[in-house]
């Protein structure tokens, strides 16, 4: 399911021709979580993580690396989960406030990209 951006939703929304398929399209793109397995050790954070729960899995420590821009700054936001026993390390070459260490196995947060180029993450420890 592809992540609907608030103008194409907006777009869509103005459609008076919309059928009952592509309503629930809509619908399941705002309402439903989309989980995303992560069984590696790296990851760097891109436009399909947008609005995703990102569920990490390994056993290893985990390196997590954060941009500090998008093309499409429209907001951006993702959840994770660390399910491994690996703890996860959030790394950018801007500023990260909250913390950059996830707490412990099957702790969650959430990071969020800022309009001045600032994460702000909710889960972790310094």
């Not at 309503?23 to 609005?51: A, C, E, N, W």
Request: glycine share 12%; hydrophobic share 40%.
């Amino acid at each position: 399911m592809a992540v609907l951006s608030f103008n194409k939703l907006r777009q869509l929304c103005g459609n008076p021709q919309l059928d009952g398929q592509q309503m629930q399209t809509i619908i399941d793109s705002i309402f439903k979580p989309r989980y995303i397995v992560i069984p590696d050790t790296t990851l760097t954070i891109g436009d399909d993580h947008r609005g995703a729960i990102l569920r990490f899995t390994s056993a290893s420590a985990i390196t997590v690396t954060l941009p500090t821009t998008y093309a499409n700054d429209d907001g951006f936001l993702f959840g994770f989960i660390q399910y491994g026993a690996g703890q996860i390390t959030f790394t950018s070459a801007g500023t990260i406030r909250g913390g950059v260490h996830s707490s412990a196995q099957y702790s969650q947060g959430a990071g969020e990209l800022l309009d001045n180029g600032e994460w702000l993450m909710t889960g972790v420890s310094a």
